[in-house]
């Protein structure tokens, strides 16, 4: 689990690609101590699992499932990518819940200086607005901010200096693919409430009224 909030910002060194899968390869330096091979570090809001790592540098896997659904396949040599390693148990919780599963990809609109902050407008699909709502948490990849608006196909997050001078926030541009991640509570509550969708049980007026609700 993590927290959305990133503790720097790496570099790619190499992207070895597969067939359908790739090992990453990013320069880093605060996220290395302490971490072992094995471990989850979070990329780009993505976790992945470092199977190898040196005095500068971790590489990970990434499935194809991964690729599928992030914007991990665009990563190049060079590439500016957000790290987060997995929150520690005696840590502080400084975002929100964030599992590092990207729900899907979404494309930076508009990007709008606003006095001392960046208002970032998102274009998403369906599928991922029904999850968002304004004044609600969002993990754009891996960092987390809270939603200012919503609009009928995407939504726009207001971004503080200091946000935007250590996350790549700070390079984003219109027309960029970034990792979108839902918040894990809206997900969970529709499937309790909306039997049949996504579940075979759920919360009902008569579960409710059997239990003296």
């Given at each position: 689990m993590f927290t959305g909030i990133i503790e720097e910002i790496g570099t790619v060194k190499e992207v070895r690609h597969g067939h359908r899968s790739a090992v990453?390869?990013?320069?880093?330096?605060?996220?290395?101590p302490g971490t072992s091979i094995g471990d989850s570090i979070a990329?780009?809001?993505?976790?992945?699992?470092?199977?190898?790592?040196?005095?500068?540098?971790?590489?990970?896997?990434?499935?194809?499932e991964t690729i599928s659904r992030s914007s991990l396949g665009q990563m190049h040599r060079g590439s500016r990518v957000n790290l987060e390693r997995a929150m520690a148990a005696d840590g502080r919780f400084g975002g929100h819940i964030v599992m590092g599963h990207i729900d899907g990809t979404g494309k930076v609109s508009r990007v709008i200086k606003d006095d001392n902050s960046v208002l970032l407008s998102i274009e998403a699909a369906p599928e991922l607005m029904r999850y968002i709502i304004e004044k609600g948490s969002i993990a754009i990849d891996g960092i987390s901010l809270t939603v200012a608006d919503v609009q009928e196909s995407g939504f726009t997050v207001s971004v503080i200096p200091h946000t935007a001078s250590v996350t790549t926030i700070g390079w984003m541009v219109a027309g960029a693919t970034v990792n979108l991640e839902t918040d894990i509570i809206g997900k969970y509550a529709e499937k309790f409430l909306m039997p049949g969708k996504r579940s075979r049980k759920g919360i009902t007026a008569e579960m409710l009224s059997e239990y003296g609700f």
């Open positions: 990453v390869t990013i320069s880093a330096e605060k996220v290395l990329v780009n809001g993505v976790c992945l699992t470092v199977i190898a790592m040196d005095d500068d540098s971790f590489s990970a896997d990434a499935t194809p």
